[in-house]
């Protein structure tokens, strides 16, 4: 039922920016936390950045001072802006939405970075 739907994802340049947005079929208030991963072909799965509802936040070791995470709970979506983006930022970008117990996923979002 709940839906997960990535956009701005594309190809960019070293060093450029991209803004990625999740829009959420259902009120952000449903979910305790909300946070963005990243799958690069043959490795596993990783946390990017993650909030929860009072506005933590939390990043990984890559994204910390690069990425920023957000959300706009009147418009149901949680953004991810990426400055200065590196090669290895490659990967599929993917939503996620944790209500309880339950975990909810996007489709994802192909991010490039490259020359």
């Known amino acids: 039922q709940v839906q997960l739907v990535e956009s701005g994802g594309g190809l960019v340049q070293p060093g450029g920016s991209l803004r990625l947005s999740c829009a959420a079929s259902?009120?952000?208030?449903?979910?305790?936390?909300m946070g963005w991963y990243r799958q690069a072909p043959g490795k596993q799965r990783e946390l990017v950045a993650g909030?929860?509802?009072?506005?933590?936040?939390n990043y990984s070791g890559s994204a910390k001072g690069r990425f920023t995470i957000s959300r706009d709970r009147a418009k149901n979506t949680v953004s991810l802006q990426m400055n200065s983006l590196k090669p290895e930022d490659t990967a599929v970008y993917y939503c996620?939405?944790?209500?309880?117990?339950?975990?909810?996923w996007g489709q994802g979002t192909q991010v490039t970075v490259s020359s």
């Open positions: 909030i929860t509802n009072n506005d933590i936040t």
């Open positions: 996620n939405a944790v209500a309880g117990s339950i975990n909810y």
């Open positions: 259902r009120s952000l208030f449903w979910f305790n936390t």
